[in-house]
């Protein structure tokens, strides 16, 4: 059963329910009203007999009891209602003649000898519907008048047929505006459907959903166009990873290629030749195997390995500075200003801040030193080597970029668009720029809205 089925379902069973309840409780409240007016109508009749007329007078119906009308209830005794006079011993002592006998029990017997409340109970005489009322009359006696309902039941009847009538008309037309109402609702979502399902047969993903609402639906819409437009990006990213990849690699590659023929030709050469050749091998093996490094860096996802956590930047900038300061025997400094707490994953910018260094360390002369200044949560590394020409500032964190005065020594061109992705994972920043008295800025900046969103520094 579809989503549009079932919310028909849903809201025509609501309705239904309602209506029913409705309808049931018009029928009880009307049936209560007819029967509150007919006991009202028995009890006020039975208090029009009085019992006070001596015997023998022009009124005396029945040789001993008189009954005579109330002059405040006027026809007590009429033919539209059974009134008859029973006694302490459950018998019939006066009725109106032709009218057939209404039904005496001990409780109307006790009526008559003690009084007491007036009782009204339903009763059936050949088949007919009566209610009843049996009300104390003179000593010994009480009085008992029943009238037909067969009337309420006919307006009762036709209550309840017209009733079920609209029950049925009003649950169709609430199925109606239900199904049409669960049409117009989930035909946005069976659009979404369907783009999703065109997305994973044909795999495009430059086709989106055209938003036409600003509810949940349309909200909805638009994050499945976000995710489109991402994995597009993504998809094309890797695609580009993968060309400038095979590219990078095809250097190294037919480096290591040639050497391997020049050594298979061992006995034509030298000891220091044949040397030389090893050195070279290992110098490319080297920069291959720093290459893969980094690639698969780029291409899988740290953040699933690592939890974010509050971390100190000054204590990652000194821990990196001593690494590589051990390393080349050059002088690394730190410097620090502010609070330097961040919320990051520790691994990945202490990886940032290492190629950072790292580039600074490459591209300097041997005799200078490298600083790297810690400013709340931003982390800058400066060096004396030659800079950048301003054009290649806006590139040089590309995948593979290297500046012009950098082609020729080593690397893998990969390593500032590491730093960069690093950045935009903890929804930082990076950039460089020139540093006065020469060389270069290279700056990390944490302190702008976060990791995954959040705000961190």
Do not use: W
């Not at 810690?374 to 290297?402: C, I, K």
């Amino acid at each position: 059963m579809n989503l549009r089925i079932r919310l028909t379902v849903v809201v025509t069973t609501t309705v239904a329910a309602a209506v029913l309840i409705g309808a049931y409780a018009a029928y009880a409240s009307t049936s209560g009203q007819l029967q509150a007016e007919m006991d009202d109508f028995l009890l006020g009749r039975a208090e029009g007999f009085a019992f006070d007329v001596p015997v023998g007078s022009d009124h005396d119906l029945t040789g001993g009891l008189v009954i005579r009308l109330d002059g405040d209830v006027p026809g007590a005794v009429d033919l539209d209602a059974l009134s008859q006079i029973i006694t302490a011993e459950a018998t019939i002592e006066t009725s109106i003649p032709g009218q057939p006998r209404l039904p005496v029990d001990v409780t109307d017997a006790n009526i008559a000898k003690d009084g007491g409340i007036p009782r009204l109970r339903d009763i059936s005489i050949d088949g007919v519907p009566y209610r009843m009322v049996t009300a104390p009359a003179a000593p010994g006696q009480a009085v008992q008048i029943a009238r037909s309902t067969a009337e309420n039941e006919a307006v009762l009847a036709g209550l309840r047929s017209r009733l079920a009538l609209i029950a049925v008309i009003g649950t169709l037309l609430a199925a109606l505006a239900a199904y049409a109402v669960a049409r117009r609702t989930t035909k946005p979502i069976e659009a979404l459907t369907r783009a999703a399902e065109e997305v994973a047969t044909t795999q495009d993903l430059k086709h989106p959903i055209t938003v036409a609402t600003t509810d949940e639906i349309g909200r909805l819409a638009m994050s499945f166009n976000t995710m489109l437009t991402a994995l597009d990006v993504s998809r094309e990213q890797q695609h580009r990873l993968v060309t400038d990849a095979s590219h990078e690699l095809r250097t190294p590659l037919t480096a290591v290629r040639t050497n391997i023929d020049v050594l298979e030709r061992a006995d034509e050469l030298t000891d220091s030749e044949r040397q030389q050749l090893l050195g070279e091998v290992r110098i490319e093996l080297s920069e291959l195997t720093e290459l893969i490094s980094e690639l698969v860096e780029l291409a899988t996802d740290a953040r699933t390995a690592e939890e974010v956590e509050s971390i100190d930047l000054n204590e990652i900038a000194s821990t990196v500075a001593a690494r590589f300061q051990r390393r080349s025997g050059r002088t690394v400094s730190v410097q620090t200003t502010g609070d330097n707490t961040a919320q990051g994953r520790p691994s990945m910018i202490d990886r940032a801040v290492s190629n950072l260094v790292d580039n600074a360390l490459k591209f300097s002369a041997p005799s200078t030193s490298v600083e790297v200044v810690v400013d709340g949560a931003s982390v800058e590394v400066m060096d004396r080597g030659p800079g950048l020409d301003a054009a290649d500032h806006g590139r040089v964190f590309d995948r593979f970029y290297r500046a012009e005065a950098a082609r020729t020594l080593p690397g893998s061109g990969l390593g500032l668009a590491i730093v960069e992705r690093v950045a935009q994972v903890h929804g930082g920043s990076a950039a460089v720029c020139a540093r006065s008295g020469g060389g270069l800025i290279a700056r990390i900046d944490f302190t702008a809205p976060g990791v995954d969103g959040q705000r961190i520094g």
